[in-house]
């Protein structure tokens, strides 16, 4: 059964901290592995990444794939109060299905 | 705009009636989702549909049904079989070929089962 595990569930930082959340995945045919932000609603889209070793950048989150040891982080540096928030992890497979598994998620809240 | 829309936001219903959630789409995806989150259990597939006329159970269907009519449209019915369905409830859509295939999503529908 493929399988995407989340750590740590849930995180308080103080604004201005460095966070790493971390996501493994046991996946058959895996294809790419993607981060989501949930606030309040939806989640809306982070990264997806599919390669190894290459690092995905989008102001101060950062993202990278290690495809060997099926993990993948998400970075988030100077943080900020708006940046609180459920960090999503899933996982989508080779092979005509375009379904996701999501891990349970990181519960992120940063404090002034 | 081009988005998912979903409605309603909030939905109450009384134990063993049924309700259809809505979810419509005008991003001219081809494949529609349906997910349950629950506190702490992350996103649960229930039902999706890669095409018209077309649909698969997901990991957790027992008590749910859809509908794929339209490319732009997939309801979501809870029925009374279903035992638990008090939940946060997203639907998603996405692209079928290429790399295009990262699924966007609805703002949800809060069910509460009084």
């Known amino acids: 059964e493929d399988k995407v595990v989340q750590s740590p569930l849930s995180l308080v930082v103080h604004e201005g901290d460095t966070v790493t959340l971390n996501c493994s995945y046991e996946?058959?045919?895996?294809?790419?592995l993607l981060w989501y932000k949930q606030e309040k609603k939806a989640p809306t889209f982070l990264f997806m990444l599919?390669?190894?070793?290459i690092e995905k950048k989008s102001g101060r989150l950062s993202s990278i794939l290690d495809k060997k040891e099926l993990f993948s982080i998400l970075n988030i540096t100077a943080t900020q109060t708006g940046d609180s928030a459920i960090y999503l992890c899933?996982?989508?497979?080779?092979?005509?299905?375009?379904?996701?598994?999501f891990g349970k998620g990181t519960k992120l809240t940063v404090n002034p | 705009d081009g988005g998912i829309t979903q409605s309603p936001k909030y939905l109450f219903r009384k134990e063993g009636q049924n309700v259809t959630l809505s979810c419509e789409q005008n991003?001219?995806?081809?494949?529609m989702y349906w997910y349950r989150q629950d506190p702490g259990q992350g996103l649960r597939l229930i039902y999706y549909?890669?095409?018209?006329?077309?649909?698969q159970k997901g990991d957790i269907a027992e008590g749910y049904s859809v509908s794929r009519e339209k490319k732009e449209s997939f309801p979501l019915t809870v029925t009374s079989a279903q035992k638990n369905p008090t939940a946060f409830y997203l639907c998603a859509s996405s692209q079928t070929s290429g790399s295009r295939y990262t699924q966007y999503f609805g703002p949800g529908t809060r069910l509460t089962v009084l």
């Open positions: 899933a996982s989508s497979t080779q092979g005509g299905s375009e379904k996701l598994v």
């Open positions: 549909s890669q095409i018209v006329n077309d649909f």
């Open positions: 996946v058959t045919n895996f294809r790419s």
């Open positions: 599919t390669s190894s070793g």
């Open positions: 991003l001219n995806h081809d494949a």
